[in-house]
């Protein structure tokens, strides 16, 4: 059986800067960081939530599109 949490919509974060680093944080009782990528300017990375990925840290400018809206990083 396929876990809820692959079916997640994706999501886009575009760097406007070179070094935007997208850190993804684990899920479970403990919080920890278990995968990071580095972005220079222009790259695209497209992402979703996983059964092991609850949140997405971003440092340095991007621009980050979802199914709610877009957001910059300041």
């Known amino acids: 059986m396929e876990s809820p949490h692959n079916k ?4 886009v974060i575009k760097a406007l800067e070179d070094g935007v680093n997208v850190i993804g ?3 479970g009782t403990e919080t920890r960081f278990h995968h990071s990528e580095k972005l220079d300017k222009g790259e695209v990375m497209i992402a979703q939530f996983t059964e092991h990925t609850s949140a997405i840290k971003v440092r340095g ?3 980050i599109q979802t199914n709610h809206g877009e957001i910059m990083t300041d």
Not at 8 to 11: L, P
């Open 25 to 27: 944080l684990t899920r």
């Open 61 to 63: 400018k991007a621009l």
């Open 8 to 11: 997640s919509d994706y999501f």
